[in-house]
């Protein structure tokens, strides 16, 4: 197995191991040797009460979220200590692409939402011994976590900010996870995950990122012509500069792994199926995040749950980017996640 | 190459023949022998002055419009000589499933939508000597080719009716039209268009139309489980009931011929691309019909257009059936497309 330069620390900045030994999956399986990578910013105080939790998106790293920590930022790290955990799948926690056989690549097991809950919440006890998060926080796959958090550990977490993610994955949306799925495996190179170098599947990669330029973003976002703004010069340098320069150094199989998470995604397994018993249980002030434009995880999908959280408030994010309202393309987004996350830790 | 039962007259009904001859395309190219095959229901009058040209969507065939012609409703063939064309690529009228060698299958010429309405002006006038269309109406791609005729013949047409189609197709569109296309191309034994037997490329086909199950409808449509109300029991029994049972008879170079069409469609040609003019320039009277939470052409996009034609109306057909709510799955959407069409008649 060919080892990817993409999944490196020279990229993505250095991390921190937390050996989970033989850890086992909620669908059964063991991965011997376990490891949750992570890293930190600013320091845990002494009453341990300072803590973050800010896990990742689908296809990110830690460093993809690094970008909203800052000095005189509401995710300010002279004040807080923010965790930012690798979700397995991503390339550095276990993954597809850093396993030794038997688990390797095409046979590496099917984990869960649930899984990188888990993994974190024995990160955050035995590692530091934080009992409270102040805040748990994430977009996409990252709010999927915060709704596990929030719902499985009712107690630890004092506000729960999911931004643009749903806590029961919609019917709509396991469709597009399986579109872009089966794109990945299109590839004739693809062999069943047991390719030895991910560039091999360049072919289902770049098919695969063009489904994200469909669905990814918004009809009005292509009108308004919108990638002008930051710096393409024609829709086909959009689609090859944005999309195809950011899936094309990732492995496949990763993609493919945190897919299967994200689809299926739902807190309400802890409830026998009722995803309003569920929601109903969390105890943190939360506030859920929906993004205008977004196909993904459409306004009326966020609002519909946020209905069924007790401490709640909607709040929208408005951005052409659509889903990747997130990513702070214009000052605009930016500001408005500042201001919701400033209401967080202030509520 | 094998001839393909689907598109017999057995499943579609009796087609009649309009012999072009040497057909010469817009982007150059010359179809020898090319053929327009239509159906036709009524009689024309003497004053020729009861014509309604109705041509059909992407995929589809004359059979596919029949549904909305009947007696006692709006287009009622015992006042109305109500004509409906085949489309170049649908598989009757000239397309890669039955052109001979050099132009058959993957070497099928380019065509536009400017070559469906050149050839349907040829029908009406050179066959039936009619001089004004009464109306003119089509669903999506249908949609482009009445948005052509208006433009290209101002005064030829009293009403037209395009429903949840654009003069011009969006960025958007055109980027999803190339993802669908790609999906067809993906098969192994594509062959750049030149397999024996489109049965062969059945793996193309589903993962085609598994894009069409994300895209073709919308969010709500599956939260909602809108499936059960046409008899399917499940998400994957809709998947493959509804979608694979109605893509996987065709011939994917068809498909993709019909989708450069489409892509392409843009009547700001005729203007050195000033869509302002080019609508401008319309005469009939216009009822753009767009349908709620189409994500092919959203309202916003159909507003846009209507806007710029000077004696127009906007309708809004309400369906979460998404671009298929022109289908009719409900008695509801009939009544509100039989309403647009009794009121285009009597304008």
């Known amino acids: ?24 999956l909620e669908m059964g399986e063991i991965i011997r040797g ?8 600013g320091k845990l105080n002494q009453k341990k009460d300072n803590a973050i939790l800010f896990p990742h998106m689908w296809s990110g790293t830690p460093k993809a979220m690094e970008g909203f920590i800052g000095k005189g930022r509401p995710l300010d790290p002279e004040k807080y200590f923010i965790i930012l955990p690798g979700q397995f799948g991503n390339g550095f926690s276990s993954s597809p692409s850093n396993t030794p056989t038997p688990h390797d690549r095409g046979a590496f097991p099917k984990v869960t939402i649930g899984d990188d809950v888990v993994a974190q ?13 102040q805040l748990i926080l994430g977009w996409s796959m990252g709010a999927q976590q915060t709704y596990e958090w929030a719902v499985r550990f009712p107690d630890m977490v004092k506000c729960a900010v999911p931004f643009a993610g749903t806590a029961r994955t919609t019917p709509h949306n396991y469709l597009w996870v399986t579109a872009f799925e089966d794109a990945l495996k299109s590839d004739p190179n693809f062999n069943d995950g047991f390719f030895e170098d991910a560039r091999l599947c360049h072919v289902g990669l770049r098919r695969h990122s063009q489904l994200w330029g469909v669905m990814g973003l918004c009809q009005e976002f292509y009108k308004k012509e919108t990638w002008r703004d930051v710096g393409f010069s024609s829709l086909e340098d959009f689609q090859h500069g944005f999309w195809d320069a950011y899936f094309l150094p990732m492995d496949p199989n990763n993609l493919i792994c945190m897919g299967w998470k994200w689809k299926h995604g739902d807190v309400s397994r802890h409830t026998c199926g009722d995803l309003r018993a569920a929601l109903g249980g969390i105890k943190a002030k939360t506030y859920v995040v929906a993004f205008t434009h977004d196909m993904f995880f459409p306004m009326a999908d966020c609002e519909a749950e946020q209905k069924m959280i007790p401490d709640s408030e909607l709040r929208i994010v408005n951005s052409l980017w659509a889903h990747f309202g997130m990513f702070c393309m214009s000052p605009s987004e930016k500001e408005q996640i500042d201001k919701i996350l400033f209401d967080a830790l202030h509520a």
């Open 1 to 24: 197995m060919v080892v990817n330069p993409y999944y490196s620390e020279d990229l993505h900045g250095p991390h921190q191991t937390f050996e989970l030994g033989d850890f086992k």
């Open 121 to 133: 919440h024995r990160l955050i006890t035995e590692q530091f011994g934080i009992e409270e998060l």
């Open 34 to 41: 376990c490891k949750l990578l992570y890293k930190t910013h």
